[in-house]
């Protein structure tokens, strides 16, 4: 029997969590003292693309290096996340898509904390802009039979598919998707307002990221931004590590589509967590900054993805969008986790004992201070 004791995320009550085997057996309320940390439900990542030299868009990728990729988000309080691939030939997704499979199927400790799969491309805009940094000889229009050999190969654990509804076949592709129980999110697109408006129709139900992986300059309105900012069947993803989109745009974003469709991501990549430098990369020469901001070696500007995990987003959203812990939480966990079909109650009885206990940001460029993780009622983090 595990006992965590500390301040609810959302009614800031102190309470005492008896934990039996994997489950929160009960809550009930505890003496508050000073110096009790928040806790709160497990962070559910959608989008992660690797850690620290691992990165799952690899052909050789192993099963003990997705088991490293998935203790390694242990630190940041996230109790589950989806295993992240972009555009790529269909023998690297089958490849490593298997090996993800058989990590899952065969170790419980990568079971308990990857999820599934996030298939992002290859069906996307090819166009520079909204292509972003997936290589263009690997992007292709949709291809059913193409995608189900791939889900073949990952065991049925693809979860989550971001394409592009621009191509002629989009909406029929996205209807047989959707049906197979695979959410589908619109992403690095170019598509119109009809295309926007036929996608969701035909199921997709999720924007990738919304407000990147778009052109550096667009139409001021209609754009495809506008139109799945308007769309309210759309749960945006946003990236709110400080780099991908401004302050004031993560502030419109949230009060435009409402908090409770907002997810955060962190899209973090292989390079996240390694010491500033130079890196030779698949995408070409790369280099994270002093700051941790990742981008293209040899100037400051150009990102080359994502290096910060997710605590740091939950504690910039609150600050850039004026929310609530309550609501920045909720966009970091039960959100995106009632999205891929997970359990999604949160801090009740019954539920997954998966929870993170933490401090607020020390100041207003630091992340949550993380005190521990559990994840399946066992403590896996511990400062
Ligand atoms: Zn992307």
């Given at each position: 029997m595990l006992e965590i004791v500390g301040r609810r995320y959302d009614s800031d009550r102190a309470v005492r969590i008896e934990i039996e085997k994997d489950r929160i057996l009960r809550i009930t309320p505890a003496a508050d003292t000073p110096g009790l940390p928040y806790v709160a439900p497990g962070f559910c990542d959608l989008q992660?693309?690797?850690?620290?030299?691992?990165?799952?868009?690899?052909?050789?990728l192993t099963v003990e290096q997705v088991r490293k990729a998935a203790l390694s988000q242990d630190q940041f309080g996230v109790t589950r996340y989806l295993a992240t691939c972009t555009t790529d030939s269909e023998q690297v997704?089958?490849?490593?898509?298997?090996?993800?499979?058989?990590?899952?199927?065969?170790?419980?400790?990568?079971?308990?904390?990857?999820?599934?799969?996030?298939?992002?491309?290859?069906?996307?805009a090819p166009d520079d802009g909204?292509?972003?940094?997936?290589?263009?000889?690997?992007?292709?229009?949709?291809?059913?039979?193409e995608f189900?050999?791939?889900?073949?190969?990952?065991?049925?654990?693809?979860?989550?598919?971001?394409?592009?509804?621009?191509?002629?076949?989009?909406?029929?592709?996205?209807k047989q998707v959707v049906a197979s129980g695979v959410l589908v999110a619109i992403g690095h697109t170019k598509a119109t307002t009809d295309q926007i408006r036929a996608a969701v129709d035909a199921g997709a139900r999720m924007s990738t990221h919304l407000g990147n992986g778009a052109h550096p300059r667009i139409k001021r309105h209609p754009n495809y931004i506008w139109d799945q900012l308007a769309e309210d069947r759309l749960v945006a993803s946003l990236i709110a590590d400080g780099h991908h989109l401004p302050a004031a745009v993560v502030k419109a974003m949230v009060r435009a589509k409402t908090p409770a469709r907002c997810v955060?991501?962190?899209?973090?990549?292989?390079?996240?967590?390694?010491?500033?430098?130079?890196?030779?990369?698949?995408?070409?020469d790369l280099e994270v900054l002093e700051s941790g901001k990742?981008?293209?070696?040899?100037?400051?500007?150009?990102?080359?993805?994502?290096s910060q995990p997710i605590h740091l987003c939950v504690a910039n959203v609150m600050q850039f969008a004026g929310i609530s812990l309550q609501t920045a939480v909720e966009m970091a966990s039960t959100l995106p986790a009632r999205l891929i079909g997970e359990s999604d109650r949160g801090l009740e009885a019954?539920?997954?004992?998966?929870?993170?206990?933490?401090?607020?940001?020390?100041?207003?460029?630091?992340?949550?201070?993380?005190?521990?993780?559990?994840?399946?009622?066992?403590?896996?983090?511990?400062?």
């Open positions: 992660i693309n690797g850690y620290q030299g691992v990165e799952f868009n690899d052909p050789k997704f089958t490849d490593s898509f298997g090996t993800i499979a058989k990590a899952m199927d065969d170790l419980p400790e990568v079971a308990a904390r990857i999820a599934g799969i996030h298939m992002e491309g290859p069906y996307i909204p292509r972003g940094a997936h290589p263009r000889q690997h992007v292709r229009e949709p291809d059913w039979d189900c050999r791939i889900q073949e190969a990952a065991r049925g654990k693809i979860k989550l598919l971001t394409l592009s509804p621009e191509y002629v076949g989009s909406a029929a592709f996205i955060l991501v962190s899209d973090i990549t292989g390079l996240g967590g390694m010491p500033p430098g130079r890196y030779a990369t698949g995408l070409g990742l981008v293209l070696a040899g100037q400051r500007d150009i990102l080359a993805g994502a019954g539920e997954a004992a998966n929870l993170v206990l933490f401090d607020l940001p020390k100041d207003e460029n630091s992340p949550l201070t993380i005190r521990m993780t559990v994840n399946g009622g066992v403590v896996v983090y511990k400062r």
